[in-house]
Antibody, heavy 124, light 107 residues
Framework: EVQLVQSGAEVKKPGESLKISCKGS????????IGWVRQMPGKGLEWMGI????????RYSPSFQGQVTISADKSISTAYLQWSSLKASDTAMYYC?????????????????WGQGTLVTVSS | DIQMTQSPSSLSASVGDRVTITCRAS??????LNWYQQKPGKAPKLLIY???SLQSGVPSRFSGSGSGTDFTLTISSLQPEDFATYYC?????????FGQGTKVEIK
């Protein structure tokens, strides 16, 4: 069974650093891209970026480039999202998700499995 | 970046109703369009990928159509468990974007 299990909720102060995790199981972790999605309180979904754990190739949304760092440790099947200096506006639920390709015709990409989410609260 | 606009933003419907949600892209995205369902406090769930392909395990009352800039998600007969928020998402460009969501509420 494919599973993505995320680390628990975090409460941090502005200026602090943070690294949250997403552990994959039930499939070949190095063969699928893992993406991160932000959902601010009461708002919609925002694509942040994506990583290929096989070689750590990483792409960022222009909106999040320079604001966060996405990484992975393939030896433990885990992807990470980290901040060096949190702001109150980083308060949100963060989801990881597995990207797959539909190969019929031209390849189409989508997220098929999602983690349960990690709530990050930044408050002084 | 490609903007995705859903309509309506919310709707009220009764069990058994046929429900249609529209998603419009700011430029042509071929059929690179996916639909997700999200219930309160839960992660999104994939319903439809590549505009019209039903994800395994998703009830057949859900269907998707469209290509280019205009897409539709249809629920043929709304069930109690379908009350949720629905998002479209384009994967045409490297920078994926989601619609703002459509909340389906009980009438």
């Amino acid at each position: 069974e494919v599973q993505l299990v995320q680390s628990g909720a975090e409460v941090k102060k502005p200026g602090e650093s943070l690294k949250i995790s997403c552990k994959g199981s039930g499939y070949s972790f190095t063969s699928y891209w893992i993406g991160w999605v932000r959902q601010m309180p009461g708002k919609g979904l925002e694509w942040m970026g994506i990583i290929y754990p096989g070689d750590s190739d990483t792409r960022y949304s222009p909106s999040f480039q320079g604001q966060v760092t996405i990484s992975a440790d393939k030896s433990i099947s885990t992807a990470y999202l980290q901040w060096s200096s949190l702001k109150a506006s980083d308060t949100a639920m963060y989801y990881c998700a597995r990207r797959v390709i539909a190969v019929a015709g031209a390849p189409k990409y989508y997220f098929d499995y999602w983690g349960q989410g990690t709530l990050v609260t930044v408050s002084s | 970046d490609i903007q995705m606009t859903q309509s309506p933003s919310s709707l009220s419907a009764s069990v058994g109703d046929r429900v249609t949600i529209t998603c419009r892209a700011s430029q042509s995205i071929s059929s690179y369009l996916n639909w997700y369902q999200q219930k309160p406090g839960k992660a999104p769930k994939l319903l439809i990928y590549a505009a019209s392909s039903l994800q395994s395990g998703v009830p057949s009352r859900f269907s998707g159509s469209g290509s280019g800039t205009d897409f539709t998600l249809t629920i043929s007969s709304l069930q109690p468990e379908d009350f949720a928020t629905y998002y479209c998402q384009q994967s045409y460009s490297a920078d994926w974007t989601f619609g703002q969501g459509t909340k389906v509420e009980i009438k």
